[in-house]
């Protein structure tokens, strides 16, 4: 029997599968589309992601295909210096999502995952043994989890009925890949202008004379599965901008929405839901690649440790009590982006404000930090200390970094004073006994996803965290 089966081969279904296949999950990807996706849904990747690829050796393979940013303007396009975050990756990854998808499929290709286009998911029913999944051609699979990873307008969840409640669209983008025959400088004066009111506006180049073409949509279509046409994205310039900018040759068009939704439940039983298919929202901020990604790392080790007989009895369930808060605060925070940048006379209003307050550095940093997941905290327990729940950033060690020591999913014991154990974890947890000028901690243990489960110098404490989050020891 499969172990797992993930619906849906986008960046959330892929990175998941090679967490699990890093614990020797048997995983198996039913993508729906026969052929990779040519539509750009996301453009890259922000602090919190970025560590966490590197934490996997991911990084080195992606910067190289991408565009560094600084972070600036992600908050509803106000465009103030960012705080300086506490972080090695203070900056955007720009990439298109075709570009990190195709990594992220080799990756896990590469670990073993069995990944299967054209097939998709039409059915499924389950008891207390595991889940059996329809397909569209009339085949069946079988296997002891299934996860859900199938976009806003998840098959998964909506068979498993399980509530999406929220906001419908209100608005929507035409989005597409075209060329142009405007010169670049006429863009940038008629975009510079257009883009005073309109932040849903925007010509960005990405080479050999095409450009990325985001307009606002006319309505709200009935139905955004199906794409706006050429023409219907001309007439929207034309109204915008005064000109076409004589856009021709479009790769692919597609159409978002401002709707907010969140799952009502992450877990039925042996079926779960990541990414999309958990929460929807704008993309204003450009947060929502980052935060179904982010799912999957949360989500990964606790269900290979459960899969594999290790987990504690309630482990799994803490990914829809640590994730589904997250989700929420995004959606909040993306409600008051697209308020943000409305051209109503009361949100520019409130926007002059949050502008100015931007200007204080604190306020600077709480906004940034929240656009770039780094300030996220999960309750781990009991303790004082400011680094526990949170995430920690890639310090320097005598011999090395620390997230050149994550690569291989599990948990990470950082003794700077040699004196304690993990030894009936060793099949779990790794053990460094290393020192560090930027870690103010005698020790502390990590998690698989990096975030801190223990700070102390107390072997008892440290199996209390031991056993809390890994299991009994052996």
Same mark, same amino acid.
């Given at each position: 029997?499969?172990d *797992?089966?993930?619906?849906g081969?986008?960046p ?16 198996v /990807?039913l993508?729906r589309d026969a052929?990779?996706?040519?539509v750009?849904?996301a453009? $890259?990747?922000h602090?919190?992601? !970025?560590e ?13 295909? $991408?565009q ?6 992600f ?5 103030k ?13 720009? &990439?298109?999502?075709p /570009?990190s998808? @195709?990594?992220?499929?080799e ?6 995952a #069995?990944i299967? %286009?054209g097939? =998709?998911l039409?059915g ?7 889940v ?5 051609d009339?085949? @069946? ?16 969840r909506?068979l498993? +009925? /399980? ?8 608005a929507?983008?035409?989005l597409?890949? &075209? ?18 009111t ?9 080479g =050999?004379?095409?450009? %990325?073409v985001?307009?606002?949509a ?6 955004r599965?199906?794409p ?6 001309r007439?929207?310039?034309?109204a915008?901008? $005064? ?7 479009a790769?692919w ?13 992450? %877990?039925?039983g042996? *079926? ?10 704008p993309p ?6 980052n935060?179904? !990604? ?9 269900l290979?440790?459960e899969?594999?007989?290790?987990a ?5 369930d ?5 994730r589904?808060p997250?989700?929420?605060? *995004? ?20 926007r ?8 204080f ?6 906004l ?8 996220i905290?999960?309750d781990? +327990? =009991? +303790?004082?200390h400011?680094?526990?729940g949170r995430?920690?950033?890639d310090?320097?060690?005598? %011999? $090395? ?6 690569h291989?999913?599990?948990?990470l014991?950082?003794?700077?004073t040699?004196?304690?154990s993990?030894? +009936?974890?060793? #099949? ?6 290393? *020192? ?9 243990l990590l998690?698989? #996803? ?5 700070v ?11 056993? @809390?989050w890994f299991?009994?020891?052996?």
């Amino acid at each position: 029997m499969i172990d *797992v089966i993930i619906a849906g081969g986008g960046p959330t279904g892929l990175v998941l599968a090679s967490e699990l296949r890093l614990h020797g999950v048997r995983v198996v /990807v039913l993508e729906r589309d026969a052929e990779p996706t040519k539509v750009v849904r996301a453009l $890259g990747f922000h602090a919190r992601s !970025i560590e966490l690829l590197d934490q996997r050796g991911l990084l080195d393979r992606l910067r190289p295909l $991408g565009q560094e940013y600084p972070v600036l303007g992600f908050f509803a396009g106000i465009e103030k210096p960012a705080a300086r975050l506490d972080s090695a990756h203070a900056y955007v990854l720009g &990439m298109p999502q075709p /570009v990190s998808d @195709r990594v992220f499929e080799e990756h896990a290709a590469a670990l073993g995952a #069995d990944i299967r %286009r054209g097939q =998709e998911l039409v059915g499924l029913s389950q008891d207390d043994r595991g889940v059996t999944v329809d397909l569209a051609d009339g085949s @069946r699979l079988q296997a002891r989890y299934l996860v859900g990873c199938d976009g806003g307008r998840s098959t998964v969840r909506k068979l498993l +009925g /399980v509530g999406f409640p929220g906001e419908p669209a209100t608005a929507e983008t035409l989005l597409g890949e &075209m060329a142009v025959t405007a010169s670049p400088e006429t863009i940038t004066e008629v975009q510079t202008e257009v883009r005073r009111t309109h932040k849903r506006f925007g010509l960005m180049p990405v080479g =050999e004379g095409r450009y %990325r073409v985001g307009v606002p949509a006319a309505t709200v279509a009935e139905d955004r599965a199906v794409p706006p046409t050429l023409d219907e994205l001309r007439q929207q310039l034309l109204a915008y901008a $005064g000109t076409d900018f004589g856009v021709h040759d479009a790769t692919w068009l597609s159409r978002f929405g401002d709707a907010t939704r969140l799952a009502e439940r992450y %877990r039925v039983g042996r *079926v779960l839901l990541a990414g999309d298919a958990a929460h929807i929202h704008p993309p204003a901020g450009g947060q929502g690649q980052n935060l179904g !990604i982010q799912d999957a790392f949360n989500l990964g080790w606790k269900l290979a440790g459960e899969i594999d007989g290790w987990a504690p009895a309630a482990l799994l369930d803490t990914y829809e009590s640590e994730r589904r808060p997250v989700a929420a605060g *995004v959606l909040d925070t993306t409600r008051a982006l697209m308020e943000l940048m409305s051209t109503e006379p009361g949100p520019q209003a409130v926007r002059r404000l949050v502008a100015e307050l931007m200007g204080f550095e604190d306020v600077n940093l709480f906004l940034t930090e929240k656009i770039t997941a780094t300030a996220i905290r999960y309750d781990v +327990g =009991e +303790g004082d200390h400011p680094l526990l729940g949170r995430r920690l950033r890639d310090v320097r060690l005598k %011999r $090395g970094r620390l997230y050149e020591l994550m690569h291989d999913g599990r948990g990470l014991l950082l003794d700077q004073t040699g004196e304690l154990s993990a030894g +009936g974890w060793a #099949d779990r947890v790794d053990v460094v006994s290393d *020192v560090s000028e930027e870690l103010d901690a005698p020790a502390v243990l990590l998690r698989p #996803d990096g975030y801190v489960a223990w700070v102390g110098a107390a072997q008892a404490g440290l199996a209390g965290a031991l056993g @809390r989050w890994f299991g009994r020891e052996v």
